[in-house]
């Protein structure tokens, strides 16, 4: 059977990341399936009553439908995160001021950290959503060890005031999660599982 011939047969699917996020877009490239990406257009405020896991799915799910209303051929990415301590969201810090007191208060604690999903096509009316949760426990951090950290990396536009897939590392005592890449933003174990149900072809 020429495999080429039925590839050239059969288009690629249009596959849309519904985010700007540079580090979502660094992630579904290591799937080297073509794509493009949108910033969706949405109110991300908290919900009276909601939990934080519960907004992170919302939001993921909002994120996805708005870009796909205009596109519905196509697959549709939309992806949330929400870092919880002590049952209480953690935004990005901003600066160096919110981030020393986000480390100092993540000192010695286990975090969690909710990455949320959904897939949609508005054709074929398909979608899958998911959220992987990933515990992350900080080592005891002094000041002087914060410091040198934020100025070395600077990660102020993480939830956590920290890069886990830099510097950040030395900050941490351990890891635990079904997927590596859910810390990073987008789980790629489980987006693959989901992109082969639509068709995609992976790898």
């Known amino acids: 059977m020429d495999m080429t011939k039925i590839s050239e047969k059969t288009p690629e699917k249009k596959i849309i990341l519904a985010s700007s996020s540079v580090y979502r877009r660094a992630l579904l490239e290591r799937l080297q399936r073509p794509f493009t990406f949108e910033s969706p257009e949405i109110d991300e405020a908290v919900l009276s009553g909601e939990s934080p896991e519960n907004t992170c799915k919302r939001l993921a799910r ?18 949330d995160q929400v870092a919880v301590v002590n049952g209480v969201a953690i935004s990005k810090p901003g600066s160096y001021g919110p981030a020393v007191l986000q ?8 975090i969690t950290f909710h990455s949320a999903v959904c897939l949609t096509q508005q054709e074929t009316q398909k979608t899958i ?33 920290a890069k ?17 890449t859910a810390l990073i933003g987008l789980p790629l174990i489980a987006l693959s599982k989901a992109l082969r149900s639509f068709g995609i072809a992976l790898p």
């Open 103 to 110: 480390l100092r208060e993540m000192s010695g604690q286990r």
């Open 62 to 79: 909002e994120k996805a439908c708005t870009v796909a209303r205009n596109n519905p051929s196509a697959i549709v990415i939309g992806s």
């Open 164 to 180: 886990s897939e830099g510097l950040g590392i030395t900050l941490l005592e351990g890891i635990e999660s079904t997927d590596p």
């Open 129 to 161: 959503e998911f959220s992987i949760p990933t515990h992350v426990t900080f080592r005891t951090l002094d000041d002087a060890e914060i410091h040198r950290y934020l100025v070395a990396e600077e990660p102020y536009d993480c939830a956590g005031s």
